[in-house]
């Protein structure tokens, strides 16, 4: 069983930085994803970025491009989303979800076929 557990939010003012870590368990699979999503209050879940397990390629939401950077510790199956310039539109409950690339595609969250999901990790941002 896929286990996902992220952590690392908090309240920050804007232009601030947070680093939010995901550590997964159980992925049996050579080539999965770990994306981070994230939802505010009366909108969808949407995705912001994620990362291949197998080659490192890496995806960001034009949202977030140039200050969120994904990176992953494979020997401590734990994903990092470090954010940077935070601002009141960051604002969300943030998950981590796992899935797998789809092959000869593009890695995006589009792209992925996602299949598992951790708690969520509020992150609050006041202007």
């Known amino acids: 069983e896929v286990q996902l557990q992220a952590s690392g ?10 680093r939010l870590a995901c550590v997964a368990s159980g992925i049996t699979f050579d080539d999965y994803v770990i994306g ?3 939802q505010a209050p009366g909108k969808e879940r ?4 994620c990362v291949s397990r197998a080659d490192g390629d890496t995806y960001y939401d034009d ?9 992953s510790d494979n020997a401590k ?3 990092y989303l ?5 601002n009141v539109d ?14 000869f595609k593009t890695l995006s969250i589009a792209t992925s076929r996602w299949s598992a999901w951790g708690q ?8």
């Open 36 to 38: 981070w999503f994230r």
């Open 82 to 86: 470090q954010m940077n310039s935070l």
């Open 63 to 71: 949202s977030v491009k140039g200050r969120f950077t994904i990176s």
């Open 46 to 49: 949407k995705g912001v970025s």
């Open 77 to 79: 199956n734990t994903v």
């Open 90 to 103: 960051d604002t969300a409950v943030y998950y981590c979800g796992a899935g797998v690339r789809q092959p």
């Open 120 to 127: 969520g990790t509020q992150v609050t941002v006041s202007s």
């Open 9 to 18: 939010g908090g309240l920050v003012q804007a232009g601030e930085s947070l």
